[in-house]
């Protein structure tokens, strides 16, 4: 599935707010890692998101499903999206730089690409789609470095629990696509009570929280995750979802390096090299490969 071409003018700007939204929690997980253990850092998240779209939920008169089969796959979605995946990324970051964790975590459209050619078969997958899938790899590998690759085979763990969450995010890109029949703000919201429901009795019975000390730029930085990073981009994303296609939604990943870089050149007065600028170009090229239907534009534009 694919977003008609009228609609991409507004679909495409969604889709780079949901990679600024994704790409800069690698920044706050980073900060807020160093004193707010995983569990609870990912319990803290969830919270706050499932309460900002509860709150939203209401004043919009939506409402939760009430049937079992629903919130069943509701709890299938949470772990891909954010039981497993979050907890495994948070817990890489504490021993994998936030550079090569960003280049293992945005492999989810490859695992999208694998597992709708080798399982599901449910979008079509042109030479164009596939070429988009591999160009933004390599665009995210110019953008963090090569220097990022050089680490591959040191603390190994942490890597593939970078890996796995990605393919955890490539699953739920696809799985996404069983909520047509309740509206994105509702699967968010749900998604998010059942990560609560999870993660809260974790926190409470690993991190014993009430223990912790966290300094104000951990707790401004768990706040930004649940707010802007969780529930904002979780709306975003059960939208997208359905109008660009799990592999369309997925290929915001490559964009999400492109956001760490940018974000380091305005918040810490870095510069943009010659190479990350060439790499900033492949992914974003990448991701209109894979959405643009530009055989259809050109058909459309020759005369009758």
Same mark, same amino acid.
């Given at each position: ?138 665009? !995210? =590998? &110019? ?7 050089? $680490? +591959? %085979?040191?603390?190994? @763990?942490?890597?593939?629990?970078? /890996? ?101 050149? !305005? =918040? &810490? ?7 990350? $600028? +060439? %790499?900033?170009?492949? @992914?974003?090229?990448?991701?209109? /490969? ?15």
């Amino acid at each position: 599935m694919t977003a008609q071409p009228a609609r991409l003018a507004t679909e495409l700007p969604l889709l780079g707010l949901l990679a600024l939204f994704w790409g800069s929690s690698y920044l706050f997980v980073g900060v807020a890692v160093h004193d707010i253990p995983p569990a609870t850092l990912v319990a803290v998240r969830v919270t706050i998101a499932a309460i900002l779209l509860s709150v939203i939920l209401w004043l919009r008169g939506d409402r939760l499903p009430r049937d079992r089969r629903t919130w069943g796959m509701l709890l299938v979605q949470a772990c891909c999206n954010s039981i497993i995946s979050w907890t495994l990324l948070a817990w890489g970051q504490q021993y994998v730089d936030s550079s090569l964790a960003a280049v293992l975590n945005s492999t989810a459209p490859l695992w999208v690409l694998l597992i709708t050619v080798l399982v599901t078969r449910h979008e079509h997958l042109g030479g164009r789609r596939l070429a988009g899938a591999l160009l933004g790899i390599c665009g !995210v =590998v &110019l953008i963090v470095g090569t220097d990022a690759l050089a $680490g +591959l %085979g040191q603390q190994v @763990a942490g890597q593939l629990a970078a /890996l796995f969450g990605a393919m955890l995010y490539g699953v739920g890109a696809i799985y996404g696509r069983r909520f047509g029949h309740i509206s994105p703000l509702a699967t968010a919201t749900g998604t998010m009570i059942w990560a609560v429901a999870w993660m809260v009795p974790v926190s409470l019975a690993v991190d014993r929280p009430w223990t912790l000390q966290p300094g104000l730029p951990a707790i401004a930085a768990a706040t930004a995750l649940g707010l802007f990073c969780t529930g904002c981009a979780m709306m975003l994303y059960f939208r997208l979802v359905r109008t660009l296609g799990s592999l369309g939604v997925a290929s915001q990943a490559y964009l999400r390096s492109g956001i760490g870089v940018m974000l380091g050149v !305005v =918040v &810490l007065g870095e510069t943009i090299t010659p190479v990350v $600028g +060439l %790499g900033l170009a492949a @992914a974003i090229l990448g991701v209109m /490969l894979i959405n643009v239907p530009f055989e259809r534009l050109l058909r459309r534009r020759q005369p009758a």
